[in-house]
């Protein structure tokens, strides 16, 4: 029976470990990702250009990166628009001048598929405004992961990673607190110390969606550190007895 309870325990751990890992995988490879896309194409000195990319695409589909180009004063401008996407060991450069009225918006669009890979897993879009006039120039780069799991579509995957880690975090958490209730003060402080590093994972993983990739990092470090204050407070060395 001991025995029957030790491998449920270890079955418990194992399922929690596996959804943080795989929200850890997912926020931490979008976020480098993202990095890879910033170093990469012209280093323009300049920012708030909003790129629209998918985060994770498969080998057999394609997808859509697209931004919008405005035009902020009260007279017409001609910016150059400069699109880097990265396609192996040459990158794939288009240019574009666009005529713009007052105040006129125009969205512009591009599809990527596996032929733009670089690293084997990546797609880097680069996109830069130069300046015009008055007009500042702008900057906005993405990476987009590219992933083949049982036939997923990017979307499914991205789907099935975010609900497939919250629902192994639950089914770990609770079967583990089923095996060891009633809980004394060191399962109970375990259980909540879990809890938090489930919630800033989940919260890590949430964040790559709108791709706010600063909090993104700043969580997924903050998780590694709870990983090996639990690991080291919790499991090596206990203050007090457990059941």
């Known amino acids: 029976m001991k025995w029957v309870s030790f491998f449920l325990s270890l079955l418990a751990v194992l399922l929690f470990l596996a959804g943080v890992s795989l929200e850890l995988s997912f926020s931490s490879g979008m976020a480098g990702a993202e990095m890879e896309a ?18 994770i695409l498969s080998s057999s589909e394609s997808g859509l990166v697209s931004t919008i180009i405005t035009n902020s004063l009260d007279e017409q401008v001609s910016p150059l628009i400069t699109t880097e996407i990265s396609r192996g060991e040459v990158p794939q450069s288009l240019s574009r001048t666009l005529v713009l009225a007052p105040h006129q918006d125009q969205t512009l669009q591009w599809s990527v598929d596996d032929s733009d890979l670089i690293f084997g897993r ?44 919250v629902l192994l975090i639950l089914m770990g958490g609770m079967l583990w607190s089923r095996l060891h209730a009633p809980l004394d003060e060191l399962a109970e402080q375990t259980l909540n110390a879990c809890g938090g590093l489930a919630g800033v994972t989940t919260f890590a993983a949430l964040t790559a969606l709108p791709r706010w990739w600063g909090l993104t990092l700043f969580l997924d470090a903050f998780a590694l550190i709870m990983l090996i204050v639990i690991f080291t407070d919790f499991l090596l060395f206990p203050r007090s007895g457990g059941n």
């Open 38 to 55: 910033a170093v990469f194409g012209t280093q323009a000195m300049a920012g708030g250009l909003n790129l629209s990319c998918p985060l």
């Open 122 to 165: 990546l797609i880097l879009v680069n996109v830069v405004q130069a300046r015009y006039a008055d007009l500042d120039p702008r900057r906005g780069f993405c990476g987009i992961i590219v992933f083949d799991l049982f036939n997923l579509t990017g979307f499914e995957l991205v789907t099935l990673v975010l609900i497939g880690g």
